[in-house]
């Protein structure tokens, strides 16, 4: 294959395209060609054409690690993470899309992930009348409902509404390809794709399926959720059946949808992170039970709730800090997020103070760079470019004319013969350029070098 091109899409004319239209591309790829593009593309190019994708992980990151890691660091995890965001994308509709026949002709392994123990799951959910499985968008976590589910198990998973088609579609697909081979051929992995293909898919967002998923557990069925989908019919910023959870050192709103159905059915949940090893296989770590209190009272629901959601976002944090770059979710914890960091807030210079200061950096020689140790990252739209303060979630918008200098503080930094240069170029009317820099660090945008 030419280098730089993927099919009949070169990367060249895909980075002209708009994220839409490039994440329409993606969908439409086979496994083999997923991974074609993933290699084919420096780690450059995917900052730019996944820009999307790799802006949200990257800041999320930035407000977890910015005083834990170096930013060069953060950098590589996040262009690691949105790696594995691309692919993990739909990864079990495409891994349907190939069986029986990647298995019974080209002898690749059925099953992905190691450590499952699907006794311990039987047993569990035979014991209790039903079991709930929680996990996050977190390492081969989209593998997890085919995984149990070959082994015989009932499963119903709840998933967006947008991707509820496009499964439902793949499971029917492989159901038809199985039952056109003889029973003979890989008799054994033949048996355990039929018992996948009975998993129930449901569109989380849609009238009906809470009580759907209330029903399933009372027949003594699996469900799995996704914790951190936060999503239901009020959607991703509704009000209701929310609960505050201490998570990175900031509050962050969840929903309670989880810990509501487990109270309501009486059933147990246990919390699964699938780590993955490769692009292909995984090793499943189960959590600790846990089992709603023999109370039924309404205070001791309301505890359970809080201490439930808390546990398992504390879980989360736990891999997502050890393992970061199999994190794709983190890139939705800023709209979670219910206030600032819990830091000292910094001591903030008047104007007058911070003009000051910044013409004695300048006449001492200093230049500035962007912020980055303290949270602080700069994002380039087509309107212009945004200043963000990860630890506070405010926003900066530079005026129009600070384009050249928001690119200089992001790449290599401000130095004072560039700001003379700056000055005399505006005819040397420096008051604006200096009034600039003077807001950004009262603000702790930039700090001099």
């Known amino acids: 294959m030419p280098e730089g091109k993927t099919g009949s899409v070169t990367i060249e004319a895909v980075a002209s395209m708009a994220a839409g239209e490039i994440e329409t ?42 005083n834990e890691l170096p930013n060069t660091e953060l950098v590589r995890i996040a262009t690691q993470c949105t790696r594995y965001a691309i692919w993990s994308n739909r990864v079990l509709d495409r891994w349907m899309d190939v069986l029986p ?43 997890l409902p085919f995984e149990i589910a070959l082994n015989g198990i009932e499963v119903v ?18 159901q ?39 029903q399933e557990l009372r027949k003594g069925h699996v469900v799995l959720m996704h914790a951190d989908g936060n999503a239901g019919l009020s959607g991703k910023r509704g009000t209701g059946s929310r609960c505050l959870v201490q998570f990175a050192n900031f509050p962050i709103s969840v929903k309670t949808g989880i810990a509501n159905l487990a109270w309501v059915a009486n059933v147990p949940i ?33 505890t359970f709730v809080q201490t439930t959601m808390q546990s398992l976002y504390s879980l989360l944090e736990k891999y997502g800090r050890k393992y970061p770059e199999q994190w794709p979710g983190v890139a939705a914890i800023h709209r979670w997020r219910r206030g600032p960091a819990a830091v000292p807030p910094p001591a903030v210079p008047t104007s007058a103070e ?19 140790a303290s ?27 600070a384009t050249g200098l928001i690119q200089k503080l992001c790449k290599g930094g ?7 240069a700056q000055t005399a170029d505006r005819n040397g009317h420096s008051s604006d350029i200096l009034s600039l820099l003077a807001e950004f660090r009262r603000n702790g945008l930039i700090t001099a070098i």
């Open 25 to 66: 591309i993606i969908g439409g790829m086979g496994e083999q060609g997923i991974r074609d593009w993933l290699n084919e593309l420096t780690d450059e190019q995917l900052r730019t054409i996944h820009a999307n994708r790799y802006d949200p992980v990257y800041l999320n990151l930035l407000a977890i690690f910015y």
């Open 101 to 143: 026949g990647a298995v019974t002709t080209g002898k690749k392994p059925l099953r992905r992930l190691s450590g499952l123990a699907p006794e311990f799951l039987r047993s569990l959910s035979a014991k209790h009348g039903g079991m709930i499985v929680c996990t996050f968008r977190f390492g081969h976590y989209s593998l």
């Open 157 to 174: 998973w709840p998933v967006k509404n947008t991707v509820a088609p496009a499964v439902e579609e793949a499971r029917r697909s492989l």
């Open 176 to 214: 038809s390809r199985l039952a056109a081979i003889p029973e003979t051929e890989g008799e054994s992995d033949c048996i355990s794709m039929h018992a996948a293909c009975s998993m129930k898919i449901l569109p989380v967002a849609e009238e009906g399926t809470s009580l759907k998923l209330l």
């Open 270 to 302: 246990l919390p699964i992170i699938a780590l993955a090893d490769g692009m292909d296989t995984g090793q499943v770590i189960c959590g600790e039970p846990i089992f709603r209190p023999a109370s039924g009272s309404a205070s001791s629901r309301d």
């Open 354 to 372: 911070a003009c000051n200061l910044i013409q004695n950096e300048i006449l001492d020689g200093h230049g500035y760079v962007l912020n980055e």
């Open 375 to 401: 949270a602080i990252a700069a994002l380039y739209r087509p309107q212009g470019w945004i200043l963000v303060d990860m630890k506070s979630l405010k926003s900066f918008k530079p005026p129009g004319w």
């Open 414 to 420: 401000l130095s004072s013969n560039f700001i003379a």
